[in-house]
């Protein structure tokens, strides 16, 4: 329950603070876990020194990645978000270790692909608003020598979500 209301709320806001996405995340994967089994490993770490009630991000943008690597890409069931900070903004990384970005294979638990759509338009739609530094939004495959998937995300300490 505190899992739905809260998606009805996060998902009506362009924009919520770190902390809020990243308690939701959290409790996203608590959910998860007793689906995939509890030998799931997650890790959700903040590097020190920011504050993430302060920091403002789009709504979703963990959020959709992290269900994406749990629904797609767990192999050995592990999962990584990591926040760090960046000259003039954060670094947002989320990581699987699932059989990596394969945009182009349909798999059985392929999905409508609804969420990263929304992403994009909504960062496309923001991104139009802010003029100077701009979110960026990447996924690849991991470049660490390991199979998986990682999502990059930076975003600017000074962005506007006013539309």
């Given at each position: 329950?505190?899992?739905?209301?809260?998606?009805?709320e996060l998902t009506?806001?362009?924009?919520?603070?770190?902390q809020d996405?990243?308690?939701?995340?959290?409790?996203?994967?608590?959910?998860?876990?007793?689906?995939?089994?509890?030998?799931?490993?997650?890790?959700?770490?903040?590097?020190?020194?920011?504050?993430?009630?302060?920091?403002?991000i789009?709504?979703?943008?963990?959020?959709?990645?992290?269900?994406?690597?749990i629904?797609?890409?767990?192999?050995?069931?592990?999962?990584?978000?990591?926040?760090?900070?960046?000259?003039?903004?954060?670094?947002?990384?989320?990581?699987?270790?699932?059989?990596?970005?394969?945009?182009?294979?349909?798999?059985?638990?392929?999905?409508?692909?609804?969420?990263?759509?929304?992403?994009?338009?909504?960062?496309?739609?923001?991104?139009?608003?802010?003029?100077?530094?701009?979110?960026?939004?990447?996924?690849?495959?991991?470049?660490?020598?390991?199979?998986?998937?990682?999502v990059?995300?930076?975003?600017?300490?000074?962005?506007?979500?006013?539309l």
């Open positions: 329950v505190k899992y739905l209301r809260r998606s009805l009506e806001k362009l924009s919520v603070s770190l996405e990243l308690d939701f995340v959290r409790t996203y994967i608590e959910l998860e876990r007793g689906r995939v089994g509890e030998e799931f490993v997650a890790t959700v770490t903040v590097e020190d020194g920011l504050d993430a009630t302060r920091i403002m789009p709504s979703m943008i963990v959020q959709i990645p992290v269900e994406n690597a629904k797609h890409g767990l192999a050995e069931k592990e999962l990584s978000v990591y926040v760090s900070r960046e000259t003039n903004g954060i670094r947002i990384t989320v990581t699987d270790n699932g059989r990596g970005y394969l945009p182009q294979v349909v798999s059985a638990t392929w999905g409508t692909g609804t969420g990263l759509k929304v992403l994009y338009q909504t960062i496309q739609l923001l991104n139009t608003k802010n003029k100077s530094d701009k979110i960026r939004f990447n996924i690849t495959n991991r470049s660490d020598g390991q199979t998986g998937t990682e990059s995300v930076y975003i600017p300490f000074r962005f506007s979500y006013d």
